[in-house]
């Protein structure tokens, strides 16, 4: 047997020594790991969604950084969130939750959130189902800060961030986060306030721009955003001072041109908005006469994109709606699919019927699209009623659909499709355009536009 010489017996431990120093100054300090239970008193403040919640520290970590906490919450028993709040305790206006980072898995009492020598961050159920994880140990991780843009981050000893919350946005964006096209591409809305999981509604931001979609049973159906324009592989929320002075900030959507793709034509309007957008570098939002830096864009739970911007010179609602997708100053809420909940018609901002096989009905919450009977057996058993001066949220979305052709063929097609309800009609151009959702229809002054509904006889 070959005998090791000392020299290279010396070389392999000083390598040993050398890795095992290597490793451990690229730990966590072990004063500086933790171990939180979810359990104990709740907090006294309006929060969000009715939400009830939990806030912790440790010797070390105060997990707030004015004015964002990591907390738990939930708004029902029993199901708890891991998320980061903003606002500021005792303060009368509704604190917000801007992240959440187990949405879809919630937790129960005496789950552990814990963060270990080797640097991850982990968030257990209490029989041990890990519900959430950064996924960074041993990559070294040497500490955990809540930053003042509401940022968490693990770093290493040169501060370099291994992982971050911006990378991760669900519903919301901050100040300075972005959504990218080789990253999270997308925001997507809570169910309703008191069901946080994934919603319906998503905005994605891709190479054909940034499109707000409506899942349909799977299908993705468009219906607002920026579309059309290629707005490169980043999109940044920001809030930029006007002047040097910064005596007024806008809020703005600022895109990275990094394609070959040509800027989208400027002044560019869909049919539905009242405005233009902005420009190839930016989508201008609004203007506030203030210092706009804690604002936060979010896609609601009813579909609607909107900014919130807190200023704290007033006394109570420091939170301001600044910006709102569908509103009276961009594109008119009869656009929203959900505005008038499962089914109704909108003119100037108001339900004002419910249609029916027997005429436009007074609108309630519980209008509904007609039923129908199963697809297999519906042909020779459904009708159509008319509705006179309609249009789909679809509409400008689609180029009011597929033509030339003649109504009857049009109906042919929705016949045939077991998914159509209805389709809309355009007499001046023969345009046809199949409703595979009804929702909202917005009343059109146009009356050459007309909705054909779907309905068993």
Known sequence: MATLSPRFLLVRFLLVIGFLAFATHCQVPANQTFKIINQGEFGWYIIEYDASYRTFETEVYSFFTSPFRLC?????????ILAIRAGISRDESLMRWVWDANRNHPVRENATLSFGRDGNMVLADVDGRVAWQTNTANKGVTGFKLLPNGNLVLHDKNGRFIWQSFDYPTDTLLIGQSLRINGRNKLVSRKSDMDPSDGPYSIVLDHNGLTMFLNNSGQLLTYGGWTGSDYGSTVTFDAVPEN????????????NQDTNSPPPPAGRRRLLQVRPIGNAQEIFLNQRNYNATYSFLRLGSDGNLKAMTYYNKVSILRWEE???????????????PSMCGAYGLCDKRMCVACPSPK?????????????????????????YYKIVGVEHFLNPYLDDGDGPMKVGECREKCDKDCKCLGFIYKEDTSKCLLAPLLGTLIKDVNISSVGYIKYSK
């Open 322 to 336: 600044t910006f709102a997708f569908f509103s009276s100053y961009f594109v008119r809420e009869c656009a929203l």
């Open 359 to 383: 005429g436009l009905l007074g609108w309630s919450e519980s209008c509904a699209p007609p039923k129908l009977g199963p697809c297999k057996s519906r042909l020779a058993k459904v009708d």
């Open 244 to 255: 040097e002075n910064a005596t007024g900030y806008q809020l703005v959507l600022t895109t």
């Open 72 to 80: 738990f919450y939930n708004t029902t028993p029993d199901a708890y």
